[in-house]
């Protein structure tokens, strides 16, 4: 289940460092190259809600070898891609793919370890921070020494490989039968699936700005309208007064901005890197890779820390020094260059991915112990709001690029701001007599 975790988020990362010789390649510009990640994350945020509640209705095993099979077409259509516009369409299904990973791992997990969330969340974290670390020098390695066509080939082959592990090591987790909430599966979708394809087409070469309002506008309405129908339905995908109890709130909105954080620099630093920098691909792969190998080796020692202390205190150290490294990483990008941009960059990633850690763990965890955390249209939704920040930290780099690193880096900063004082708006949860983990 965790290899899967892994895979799925190497799938999301592995083009960012070669976007400049994908752009080149294809004879198109960075600025819309940038939509072979938007829309993987774009397609991907959108269907995790959905793709959670069939997880529950036909069971979670079973979805999750259905997605692995889809990821396998998926990566080798992008292989085979001879324009732009049918890579960003494969790149589309790898994100339709992806989007019932994790909420079928974070509830197999959490069903088949009951009481330990905080360490699975935290093994679940550091999973993520493994597929972290190992998409950027992976996808900027093999674009150098094969061609970037080649990244999709071992994708669609460490597919079928994740997708036998699947098959022969999860224990089976049958689903029970509901009702398909079709109303809130649409409102909720087209109403997701509108803003963010408004927010990512901002950047687009002779966009039309009152068109793209438009669009943000009505997926606002539409989402507006997903609530006020869903309070009215006892049969309800999502439940509003679960997704607005503080515990999950707190979680979801702190991994939204986390994520933003993530996509920014995700994006934004390998270009600058090969860019200005004039980096090879697999050098800035491999000093990006910091980031994500410090999310990977904090994961185990956060969710003791949570354990130990208090998940909202570590939640909250931990977007504080998203804030702070944001605002050194704009700095730096803006200020320093030579060999010791090198040095100070690799610093500041180093804050950048203990943030990370300090973050995704409790955030995880206390999605999962919230009263909405059965439920895996839910955990989607958690999902959904994760991958949602990244998509707009993406679709950020691709709108503000122009103006440096210094006006990319603060703005990521002030959003990540806002997530840090939502922690203290609303009543604390109350510790649960009956469980040995602290509340969020």
Same mark, same amino acid.
């Given at each position: 289940?965790?290899?899967?975790?892994?895979?799925?988020?190497?799938?999301?990362?592995?083009?960012?460092?070669?976007?400049?010789?994908?752009?080149?390649?294809?004879?198109?510009?960075?600025?819309?190259?940038?939509?072979?990640?938007?829309?993987?994350?774009?397609?991907?945020?959108?269907?995790?809600?959905?793709?959670?509640?069939?997880?529950?209705?036909?069971?979670?095993?079973?979805?999750?070898?259905?997605?692995?099979?889809?990821?396998?077409?998926?990566?080798?259509?992008?292989?085979?891609?001879?324009?732009?516009?049918?890579?960003?369409?494969?790149?589309?299904?790898?994100?339709? &793919?992806? *989007? =019932?990973?994790? +909420?079928?791992? /974070?509830?197999?997990?959490?069903?088949? %370890?009951?009481?330990?969330? !905080? #360490?699975?969340?935290?093994?679940?974290?550091?999973?993520?921070?493994?597929?972290?670390?190992?998409?950027?020098?992976?996808?900027?390695?093999?674009?150098?020494?094969?061609?970037?066509?080649?990244?999709?080939?071992?994708?669609?082959?460490?597919?079928?490989?994740?997708?036998?592990?699947?098959?022969?090591?999860?224990?089976?987790?049958?689903?029970?039968?509901?009702?398909?909430?079709?109303?809130?599966?649409?409102?909720?979708?087209?109403?997701?699936?509108?803003?963010?394809?408004?927010?990512?087409?901002?950047?687009?070469?002779?966009?039309?700005?009152?068109?793209?309002?438009?669009?943000?506008?009505?997926?606002?309405?539409?989402?507006?309208?997903?609530? &006020?129908? *869903? =309070?009215?339905? +006892?049969?309800? /995908?999502?439940?509003?007064?679960?997704? %607005?109890?503080?515990?999950? !709130? #707190?979680?979801?909105?702190?991994?939204?901005?986390?994520?933003?954080?993530?996509?920014?620099?995700?994006?934004?630093?390998?270009?600058?890197?090969?860019?200005?920098?004039?980096?090879?691909?697999?050098?800035?792969?491999?000093?990006?890779?910091?980031?994500?190998?410090?999310?990977?080796?904090?994961?185990?020692?956060?969710?003791?820390?949570?354990?130990?202390?208090?998940?909202?205190?570590?939640?909250?150290?931990?977007?504080?020094?998203?804030?702070?490294?944001?605002?050194?990483?704009?700095?730096?990008?803006?200020?320093?260059?030579?060999?010791?941009?090198?040095?100070?960059?690799?610093?500041?990633?180093?804050?950048?991915?203990?943030?990370?850690?300090?973050?995704?763990?409790?955030?995880?965890?206390?999605?999962?112990?919230?009263?909405?955390?059965?439920?895996?249209?839910?955990?989607?939704?958690?999902?959904?709001?994760?991958?949602?920040?990244?998509?707009?930290?993406?679709?950020?780099?691709?709108?503000?690029?122009?103006?440096?690193?210094?006006?990319?880096?603060?703005?990521?900063?002030?959003?990540?701001?806002?997530?840090?004082?939502?922690?203290?708006?609303?009543?604390?949860?109350?510790?649960?007599?009956?469980?040995?983990?602290?509340?969020?």
């Amino acid at each position: 289940m965790l290899g899967a975790t892994v895979l799925g988020t190497m799938a999301n990362n592995i083009i960012s460092v070669p976007l400049n010789t994908i752009a080149e390649d294809l004879d198109r510009p960075v600025a819309s190259t940038v939509l072979a990640v938007s829309a993987f994350i774009i397609v991907l945020a959108v269907a995790i809600p959905v793709a959670g509640w069939v997880g529950d209705r036909l069971g979670r095993r079973r979805v999750l070898l259905a997605a692995l099979l889809l990821m396998v077409v998926g990566q080798a259509l992008a292989s085979l891609a001879p324009g732009l516009e049918l890579l960003i369409a494969a790149r589309a299904v790898q994100g339709l &793919a992806c *989007s =019932a990973i994790p +909420p079928m791992v /974070m509830g197999m997990l959490v069903t088949f %370890f009951p009481g330990q969330r !905080l #360490r699975v969340m935290g093994a679940w974290a550091a999973a993520n921070g493994a597929g972290q670390a190992l998409g950027p020098p992976i996808g900027g390695l093999i674009a150098d020494a094969a061609g970037w066509r080649s990244i999709f080939v071992l994708m669609c082959v460490l597919s079928l490989v994740a997708f036998v592990a699947v098959a022969r090591s999860v224990p089976s987790a049958p689903g029970h039968r509901e009702r398909f909430d079709l109303p809130g599966a649409l409102l909720l979708s087209s109403g997701m699936t509108l803003l963010l394809v408004a927010v990512t087409s901002v950047s687009l070469p002779g966009a039309r700005l009152a068109l793209i309002g438009g669009l943000a506008a009505i997926g606002l309405v539409l989402l507006l309208l997903f609530v &006020a129908v *869903s =309070a009215r339905n +006892p049969h309800a /995908m999502l439940p509003p007064h679960l997704l %607005f109890e503080t515990r999950f !709130l #707190r979680s979801s909105l702190a991994a939204f901005v986390q994520m933003f954080m993530l996509g920014t620099a995700l994006v934004a630093v390998p270009l600058h890197l090969t860019g200005p920098l004039h980096m090879s691909s697999w050098h800035a792969g491999l000093l990006f890779f910091q980031l994500p190998v410090v999310m990977v080796l904090l994961a185990p020692w956060v969710g003791r820390a949570a354990a130990r202390w208090s998940p909202r205190l570590i939640l909250r150290i931990g977007l504080l020094t998203l804030v702070v490294g944001g605002a050194l990483a704009g700095v730096v990008g803006e200020e320093a260059d030579g060999t010791w941009a090198t040095w100070l960059i690799s610093a500041v990633l180093l804050v950048l991915g203990a943030g990370m850690a300090l973050v995704q763990t409790p955030a995880a965890a206390g999605a999962t112990r919230s009263p909405a955390g059965g439920r895996g249209a839910a955990l989607g939704a958690f999902s959904m709001l994760r991958f949602s920040g990244s998509a707009a930290g993406t679709a950020w780099v691709a709108i503000g690029y122009h103006h440096g690193l210094l006006a990319l880096f603060l703005f990521a900063a002030a959003v990540v701001t806002i997530g840090l004082a939502v922690t203290f708006v609303g009543p604390d949860p109350h510790d649960d007599p009956a469980s040995a983990e602290p509340a969020y």
